[in-house]
């Protein structure tokens, strides 16, 4: 497998990704920033892939403990390469989300985050590659993922997902009578355009009524008109300098 090596948040973190097949983009580097983890609490990714959300997640609180699940045996052991390129502790497990027993059974985490695969198995061609397959089309329903993490999550742990916004629906079906305390943040790419993510976070135990939060940009301006990066400056923190995402109510 050809390996690239990838800088995140500014170039602090120097990652490898396979050349082809599924590379990461903001996406993970959103997600690790949206997770409310604190010094010390247990940290499960599912689906960690190649981990560029668990590393960027480690940047900005070292002290989590980190674990992962990952389906591809080669993904996993690049994880465990990055974490070790990094000098970070990151236990991976090859598995199934949708595996009984459920991955680290037995196990309670803090947090869980997840980056699942945004296209149903029939919405799209799947690719060749088994990478870029599992990383773009699910094999495993969403709903599975969701039942897993509140497996193992511990009472009043959260769970922290990035996704589509057209798959919004299937998580709220898949959190409910699961979990509670839903916000759900909207990312458009700029003004003007329609939301195309959702950051979505709920709580296990969680009573709070559900929030859905004033839509995010993650441009400035209506369009983009110069050949240079223009990210929000809330946003541009986040990718370049590993900063908390804060979720405004």
Known sequence: MDITQDG?????????????????????????AACPAKPGEKVLE????????SMCLMA????????????????????RDNAAQNNFEFEVQVGDVSARPTPFNGHEFHQ??????YFEANSSSISPDAGRASGRAE????????DTAAKRLRPRGYLTLIQRVERLPDIL????????????????????RAPHLVLVRARKAGRAA???????????????VQDQP???PEISAVLRDGAEFLWHS
Not at 46 to 53: E, R, S, Y
Not at 60 to 79: C, K
């Open 112 to 117: 869980i985050i997840m980056n699942p695969p």
């Open 60 to 79: 900005r609180v070292p002290e989590v403990r980190l674990h992962g699940v990952e389906i591809l045996s080669e993904y996993a052991q690049i994880a």
């Open 8 to 32: 995140f948040l500014g170039g602090r973190l120097q990652l490898s990704q396979p050349k082809t097949g599924y590379r990461a983009g903001i996406d993970p580097v959103l997600l690790a």
């Open 230 to 232: 223009d990210y929000a």
């Open 46 to 53: 599912l689906g960690c892939g190649v981990g560029v959300a």
């Open 210 to 224: 559900f929030k859905l939060l004033p839509t995010r940009n993650l441009h400035s301006g209506l369009e983009h």
């Open 139 to 146: 094999v495993v329903a969403l709903s599975h993922w969701v």
């Open 173 to 192: 079906a898949g959190l409910a009578e699961r979990l509670g305390s839903v916000s759900v943040q909207p990312l458009a790419p700029r003004d003007g």
